[in-house]
């Protein structure tokens, strides 16, 4: 039987897409079952999703691999595939990613970037002339178990801030915090002022710690996304230099689970880079698990 390859119709091919997103997903331990709804309010409907970079594959009438390009930051595009289990290595990678990065580059695009949790996707994107950049673990931790209480230092206080009065002072703190140990700054910075826009992005989730002066010393940042109700994340977190080594990490954390656990959600995840071992540590003696590792690989296009 043929397979064709055309771009997704996002209104006409939306039922048979679902089916198929959750047929893929189906040996991906982190999956969660993909809904109509959630695909067009959080995917489909959102400012910066653009169909010509989505490619699908089918057989017959059936989806059976998917190619996507999107936006990332400015300048920076992903791009990824997926396929179903039954149609894997048998070179329709090729023939789904090929359209997607000639429509990125045909942008005039500088980067682009590629996640791979599949040793063998990983060795394809290679193949396709990306490099390792850099390496993540997914964490997660079961909410049944409750935040623990933190004794603070004398005249350190834990509490929710006035996001709106004091948004510039954060990110300050979130710059100068992971600067020193992320070469990946910029980005990051990039994607924080991109989630203030976010629905999901919730002020009272905002949890700092301050001196006795009041000056925000550290901070914790936890989220919910609203197609994904039951699991909280912990989007950043950090301590300024000069207070590190004083459990300020640990509280922040605790609290930031807390403000998740009033949410009734029934775990909380993080990412971590591999190359900072001291919050992986934290992370683990707090109940985080580590569910998968991430390779994120990057390509330069040139001139």
């Known amino acids: 039987m043929s397979i064709t390859i055309r771009t997704l119709d996002k209104d006409k091919d939306l039922e048979k897409f679902v089916e ?14 993909l809904t109509g709804e959630m695909l067009r309010d959080h995917v489909f409907n959102k400012p910066n999703y653009d169909g010509q970079g989505h490619f699908i594959a089918l057989e017959d009438s059936k989806i ?17 595939i997926l396929i179903v289990p039954e149609h894997r290595k048998s070179g329709l990678e090729d023939r789904l ?3 997607v990065l000639d429509y990125i580059i045909g942008k005039g695009v500088k980067i682009i970037r590629a996640g791979s949790v599949k040793d063998e996707l990983t060795e394809f994107y290679k193949r396709k002339g990306f490099n390792e950049w850099r390496y993540t673990y997914l964490m997660r931790r079961d909410m049944a178990r409750p935040p623990s209480s933190i ?13 709106e009065k004091e948004k510039d002072e954060i990110r300050q703190v979130l710059y100068t915090g992971f600067k020193e140990s992320d070469e990946h700054i910029d980005d990051m910075m ?12 919730d002020p009272n989730g905002v949890i700092v710690a301050r001196t006795t002066g009041g000056g925000i010393i550290g901070l914790c940042i936890a989220l919910v996304h609203p197609a994904m109700k ?43 880079d591999l190359e900072n071992p001291a919050a992986l540590e934290l992370y683990e003696d707090c109940g985080f698990e580590v569910v998968t590792e991430e390779m994120i690989l990057e390509m330069k296009v040139q001139s």
């Open 190 to 201: 990039e994607y924080y002022d991109n989630a203030l826009s976010e629905d999901f992005f």
């Open 20 to 33: 198929f997103y959750n047929l893929a997903h189906a040996d991906y331990p982190t999956h969660r079952p």
């Open 64 to 80: 059976i691999g998917l190619g996507r390009g999107g936006l990332e930051s400015a300048g920076i595009w992903t791009a990824g």
């Open 151 to 163: 004794e603070l230092p004398e005249g350190i206080t834990i509490g929710i801030t006035d996001f």
């Open 230 to 272: 039951d699991t909280g994340h912990i989007a950043w977190l950090t301590v300024l230099k000069e207070h590190r080594g004083k459990g300020l990490g640990r509280a922040l954390l605790m609290e930031g689970l807390r403000s998740l656990e009033e949410l009734a959600v029934e775990k909380t995840q993080l990412s971590v």
């Open 97 to 99: 990613f090929d359209p």
